[in-house]
């Protein structure tokens, strides 16, 4: 569905105020600029709270951002949190971390997440996306980006998403440090109104990029996660 520019940026504002919190920056240990830099976010579904981001920025270490407003009490958590045990799925492109384990980081060290998991019920089915076709929808990509100064504010692009062929993509490059995050689109709905869906995670590319889409990122989740 191709929303109106004024009605784009509606969408985008609201996407921030709803699931902000749920993204972070990320940036692969052995990874240099800008291709060690990406961004990971926050999914929740009945088994649990993961962590996901695109394997290629995953790799088996790295860094977590932790901007202020993502932990409580303030001024308590470090800047960064080393994060290990990544779930690596190169077969679909995606790297998953069931959470419990940084919650039990902040909690010994007396600080908690305040994160906006994007939850089950936005993440796209198969239905959802078996409905994108060659027509150009609108798109949101909520990220980090890797601006020169070095501070990673949270950022939203506006783009368009299709079907080429076999794959969902993006149609247009994406800067540095886009990598892992969250893609956005939006459909009609039964009631004359917009479904909002969150269509997967975004994949290394250059003119244009691949996302790994929520029906196959759900297949790749472990059978039993940590809350």
């Not at 009945?46 to 996901?52: N, W």
């Not at 995606?94 to 600080?111: K, T, Y």
């Not at 691949?210 to 809350?227: H, N, Y």
Request: charge should be negative.
């Amino acid at each position: 569905m191709l929303l109106d520019p004024d009605m784009e940026n509606d969408v985008a504002y609201e996407l921030c105020q709803l699931v902000g919190r749920a993204i972070l920056p990320y940036r692969r240990a052995d990874g240099l600029d800008p291709d060690g830099a990406g961004t990971a976010f926050l999914f929740q579904d009945p088994a649990g709270e993961y962590l996901l981001t695109a394997d290629s920025v995953a790799g088996g270490a790295g860094e977590l951002g932790l901007r202020a407003s993502v932990t409580e009490p303030v001024g308590v958590a470090p800047a960064a949190l080393a994060v290990t045990g990544w779930v690596r799925r190169p077969e679909v492109g995606v790297a998953i971390l069931p959470v419990a384990g940084l919650h039990a980081v902040g909690a010994a060290a007396g600080w908690a997440f305040r994160m906006q998991p994007v939850v089950d019920i936005v993440a796209a089915n198969a239905d959802v996306v078996a409905r994108i076709d060659a027509t150009p929808g609108s798109a949101f990509v909520l990220a980090h980006g890797l601006p020169e100064d070095g501070d990673r504010p949270l950022e939203v692009a506006i783009e368009r998403v299709s079907r080429v062929g076999d794959e969902v993509r993006i149609g247009a490059g994406l800067p540095a440090g886009y990598v892992g995050a969250p893609v956005f689109g939006v459909e009609a709905a039964a009631d004359g109104g917009m479904a909002l869906h969150c269509l997967g995670l975004v994949l290394p590319g250059t003119e244009s990029h691949p996302v790994a889409t929520f029906d196959r990122i759900r297949a790749m989740l472990p059978a039993t996660g940590e809350a």
